[in-house]
């Protein structure tokens, strides 16, 4: 989720928000029979859903589905008519007499319907007449109701069939293995019978159609299948070429083979997702799609990875109810990192935790926090969250730094088989761990899952001949009944002049501790927590020379990146020189960005030429962070000409070019705007490069790029520049009136774009540009739309909105006195730098 660039930390919900628990069962469902007719030019299905079910209840009289906007036309049990009533999004079927517990029932529901939320039919329009014809479903979390009606709700698991009839051109693509294809050519029609013999819950059944061609890979005896539209196939196999070496590593590294007759992946249009994992055949949004220049730095394989790890985590062990879905989406978040470290290393691997941490780090500070575990939510969607996804991954990684690999992976492995084909709980997590280890974790569970917040830890070090090295680490977070003082070991080490450690174990479980540790003579640097396993925040103030042999000599890249971007504030010439040498020799590419970033935040002119020097440096993610940190330059001809030239020249990444134009806009030179107006006809892999310039001219603070801007926001444009765009004109209100007054008129029509991912934009470039009059349509977008996510949105910039009606002035006056400051900041470093450099020709 995006957060609002204004908002700052909220509770999670109102307090009038109740407990959601989980919803009881009075049938258990066995089997799922889909028979259905797609008529992709009405945008209808029609069709039967046949359930067979056991009764759990003793005595039920009724039975009731899960239904929305279906309209239901005959139900028949065991082939009987059977009397129905619909409403308030139920479909309740009376029942020849009560029923005894274990007595099993065959319920077939006619019904049709035009979708509006579960299956989405895909196709050419005014704005987009080139757009292909698909149909598609998702269900997570609760829309499976929209297309057929069921039990709807994780907590109960089925066999499935889906027997679906589309236009004999396209295939139709389902979970399982394909039973049977047939066509009828006096209708122009083909039916696909797909078969799912494993139980799973609704929200996993699934249905894809379109012109797509299959590819056929293979994994052991698994087959592997992808799905795209003709002409992408080589862009497939970029996108998901390693999915075969996921599916063996997985099973090596879980214990348990892939469960399902075969593995696909769709690549859909308007897919509302990145992804999703319905068992057996993930549908992935066909922007994972990517060509060989954007495949030089990007990659499917985070994507890919998540997806294909939800078969074991989410889908063969499912969460009980939504609370508990941390048990799908934190495991999966973790074995993408798995997959990095397997694929690509530990560097790589820590480098992508170190962006769990930081996305999680951003919700809890400036949205809010709550614990992983929590069943206080108004729509399941709000709690798929960073604390959800990458929280949850981060304290998978702590346990298994806590037990060690052969009893981590050993226990997941014991969970995996123990619950397999069922749902789960985090209780059963946490036994399965401590059955297979013999530990207790209540106080993990505790504080990691059940409670909230994190440790946020002040370091210090000393030495001295008798004590050694003396460690104070002090917990800072205001410990409640809701967060708590922590418990967790952490490694210290101990680094001489010459790289060479010391590391000592110790364990944290009080508000302070000082340890003393065994040193002849004092260390180079002292480094607490050196690999980032432990989720906090870290203040630990170090010299220069600590931080530059840090840099020069940490094993873990992700130490020396560290070490770089606390050079950035001190601002030497030495930590100049140091990040300079860091960014034109480290081995591992994120270093070097970091210490491009550093650079950066001192700008200097030492730093700067440091930055031009490195602007060819090899790797194009190093090259970006190059190009970013040359925005930091403003009022800096010179970085302003290397972009120029760069930009002009062009560059093998398409990103860094993006990035370019991005920093163009910062620097806020003279030339800026006819550069970036001339890149609006520049393609590139999903308009990054057009996007990037959009957002440029919302930087310059420039009133001719309004109507520049404004065009780009219209439906038919690409979507990844109408966002840009949208979110630029926004920034524009910065102007004040009377470009305020006139943004604001144009934006607020948006609230009703046609495109999903528009809407889902708009209430946080309502909130940007801060007038309360925009509340109104804001309440009216969070009434009407059925989307979840964009509800919250829509709620939390009325929130923002309504702190203070003049808070959109007061944040622009902030930003204005921010920027008054920095010229103030950047004159006075220029007329420092001039007087130096008189000083050195006097001497």
């Given at each position: ?152 709700y994780p907590n109960d698991k089925a066999t499935s069939e889906v027997i679906a009839t589309v236009p004999d051109r396209f295939i139709a693509v389902s979970n ?668």
């Open positions: 989720m995006q957060a609002s660039a204004f908002a700052g930390r909220r509770p999670f919900q109102p307090d009038h928000v109740e407990p959601r628990w989980p919803r009881d069962r009075v049938a258990d469902v066995r089997h799922i029979r889909i028979e259905v007719a797609l008529d992709f030019d009405r945008r209808s299905i029609a069709g039967t859903a046949t359930h067979r079910l056991t009764v759990i209840s003793d005595g039920l009289a009724w039975l009731e589905f899960d239904q929305a906007e279906l309209a239901i036309t005959a139900v028949r049990i065991d082939g009987k008519p059977a009397a129905f009533e619909t409403g308030a999004g139920k479909l309740a079927i009376t029942l020849a007499g009560p029923m005894r517990t274990g007595a099993e029932l065959e319920i077939a529901i006619d019904y049709s319907a035009h979708p509006r939320r579960g299956l989405y039919f895909v196709g050419p329009d005014s704005g987009y007449p080139d757009k292909p014809v698909e149909a598609w479903t998702q269900g997570e979390d609760e829309d499976s109701r929209y297309w057929f009606p069921c039990y709807d399982g293995a394909l039973i049977e294809k047939s066509t009828d050519k006096a209708r122009g029609t083909s039916t696909w019978h797909w078969r799912q013999d494993v139980p799973h819950s609704a929200y996993l059944i699934t249905l894809a159609a379109g012109d797509f061609v299959e590819m056929r890979d293979h994994a052991g005896a698994t087959p592997v299948l992808y799905y795209v539209h003709p002409g992408r196939e080589d862009d497939a196999r970029r996108a998901f070429g390693n999915t075969p070496r996921m599916i063996e590593f997985f099973e090596r590294i879980i214990g348990v083979p892939y469960p399902y007759a075969k593995y696909s992946q769709i690549a859909v249009a308007d897919f509302i997702f990145g992804g999703m994992e319905n068992t057996s055949a993930t549908t992935q949004t066909a922007d994972t799609l990517h060509d060989a220049r954007a495949h030089l730095d990007s990659t499917s394989d985070p994507l890919v990875a998540h997806e294909l790890a939800h078969q074991w985590w989410g889908d063969l062990l499912t969460c009980r109810d939504w609370a508990h879905a941390w048990l799908n989406e934190g495991f999966a978040t973790y074995f993408e990192a798995l997959w990095a470290e397997e694929n690509l290393g530990a560097d790589e691997f820590a480098w992508n935790l170190r962006q769990d941490r930081e996305s999680y780090f951003g919700e809890e500070a400036h949205r809010y926090r709550r614990p992983i575990v929590f069943n206080r939510y108004r729509e399941p969607i709000e709690l798929f969250d960073r604390h959800l996804y990458e929280k949850g991954g981060l304290v998978l990684h702590m346990l298994r730094r806590l037990l060690g690999d052969t009893n981590f992976f050993g226990a997941l492995k014991l969970y995996c088989e123990r619950h397999r084909g069922r749902n789960v709980i985090t209780q059963d997590l946490q036994t399965a761990f401590e059955d297979a280890t013999g530990r207790n974790l209540d106080w993990f569970f505790d504080q990691w899952v059940y409670k909230e917040g994190h440790p946020e830890l002040e370091v210090s070090s000393s030495f001295d001949d008798k004590r050694g090295v003396t460690v104070s680490v002090k917990q800072t977070q205001a410990a409640s009944a809701t967060i708590p003082v922590f418990r967790f070991p952490m490694t210290i080490a101990l680094m001489d002049a010459d790289g060479v450690e010391t590391r000592h174990q110790v364990e944290i479980d009080k508000r302070e501790h000082t340890f003393n540790l065994p040193a002849t003579k004092a260390p180079r640097a002292v480094r607490v927590d050196p690999a980032q396993d432990v989720l906090a925040s870290i203040r630990h103030k170090r010299g220069r020379e600590a931080l530059e042999t840090i840099l020069a000599h940490a094993p873990e890249a992700i130490g020396r990146a560290g070490a770089a971007a606390a050079l950035g504030k001190d601002g030497s010439a030495a930590a100049v020189a140091a990040l300079r040498r860091a960014l034109m020799n480290d081995p591992f590419w994120g270093v070097r960005a970091d210490a491009a970033s550093a650079l950066g935040s001192i700008r200097t002119e030492a730093a700067m030429a440091a930055l031009l020097e490195a602007i060819t440096v090899e790797h194009p993610k190093a090259r970006r962070a190059v190009v970013r940190a040359l925005g930091e330059f403003r009022g800096k001809p010179a970085a302003a000409t290397a972009l120029i030239d760069l930009i002009a020249k062009g560059d093998e990444s398409y990103f860094v070019e993006a990035e370019a134009a991005h920093s163009l806009g910062r620097t806020r030179d003279a030339r800026a705007f006819d550069q970036l107006v001339s890149l609006l006809e520049r393609p590139s892999h999903l308009d990054v490069i057009r996007a990037n310039a959009i957002g440029a001219l919302g930087e310059l603070r420039d009133v001719r790029a309004i109507d520049i801007v404004r065009p780009w926001c219209a439906y038919g444009r690409s979507p990844r520049a109408r966002h840009a765009a949208v979110s630029a004109i926004a920034k524009m209100a910065e102007l004040g009136e009377p470009h305020k007054g006139a943004i604001l008129d144009f934006i607020l029509p948006m609230v009703d774009d046609p495109d999903f991912t528009m809407r889902l934009r708009i209430p946080s470039a309502l909130e940007q540009i801060g007038d309360a009059r925009a509340i109104g349509a804001l309440r009216r977008l969070e009434e009407r739309e059925l989307d979840g996510r964009i509800r919250r949105r829509a709620r939390d910039a009325i929130s923002g909105l309504s702190d203070g009606r003049g808070r959109g002035d007061d944040v622009v006056r902030m930003r204005e006195e921010l920027e008054r400051l920095r010229d103030e900041n950047r004159k006075f470093e220029d007329r420092i730098a001039k007087l130096e450099t008189a000083s050195r020709a006097d001497k």
